[in-house]
């Protein structure tokens, strides 16, 4: 690990030393290239995550590009998984990245979640996120939900068996089918990077606190404690 | 009744409020406590049938039962993009 690198960071007396040897020590699953994907990827690599590994079936649109600054013009009509994989292993040469071009599905999640420490989500769905947050309970991997919509971004991290789970937090909630997902360009990235922060911190052992809400455009902050469910079909006792 | 209610996100700016009182004149559960606040701010309608309660900070079902004392919160809707 290159001191040089990460000294600034290392002097954050919550972090030190010892956390950025920790987090050198950590594999991510993103799942998820796009505008939280890209962003949360960038911002992990470039703290020092020992290595990730960055999985997404599509190719890079025009209409990605307002809302992630790892993307170019140039990068139109290739694989976010590839791109994704050389500009930020250029970044950062002490971390491992791995880009897959697959769409995970019931099928491939087993085996694509070997190894892991933690599961970043950076999809755009509810019925994805519901299968991530079903294999992060069965396979004890702790994961951390983002979304975004319009002016409002979410986050939660998830510690299978001891915090409320995704489906906790989503019963009950019909799924809305929208073809094209309002989202204000620099909305991503900070949900990202409050999304990296969780991810480093429950890497590193700290408690979550609950979900976060964030409305940039009301200025509304909030985090909203929610108590595991017993009764819950995925996390609850069975 | 009368039932306390804090909310989040959003539903802060359109309410002007953090924490507020409702009256639910029919009923007794949280779908009577979310008709009661989308009567009263009816911009808020589109949420009606996926926004996030809590009650007693677990989240519960909209036919759940609710008494004064109980702890409730209404939230935005998840969000999915990505």
Redesign the interface.
Known sequence: MGKDRYRRQTLVKEFGLKGQKLLSSKHAILI?G????SNSANLLIRMGIGSITIIDYDTIDKTNLHRTSVFSENDIGKYKASVLKEKLQSVNTDVQVQGIIKKVTLKNIDSLLTAADVIV??????PL?LLINKKSIQHKIPWVY????ET???VMAILPKKT?CFH?????????KTKE???LGSL?ATIAAIQCNETIKILLGKQPAG?L?Y?V??Q?F?T??????PCCPICGKK | MKILVQV???Y??ITGKETLQLYITDGNTLQDVINAFVKKYPSIQNDK??M?V?K????S??DTTVTKDDEI?L????????
């Open positions: 998820g796009g505008g939280l994907g989500d950076g999809t755009d769905n509810i996120r983002a979304g975004v919509y409002v971004g979410m409320a906790c937090i989503t019963q009950n909630i019909p799924i809305l997902i309002p989202v991503p979900l809400i409305d455009w009301n509304c909030d909203l404690g929610i108590k595991r469910n | 989040f996100g959003r802060k700016d049938n996926r996030m809590t007693n900070k677990m989240l079902s909209f919160t939230s935005p809707p998840v969000v999915s993009g990505g």
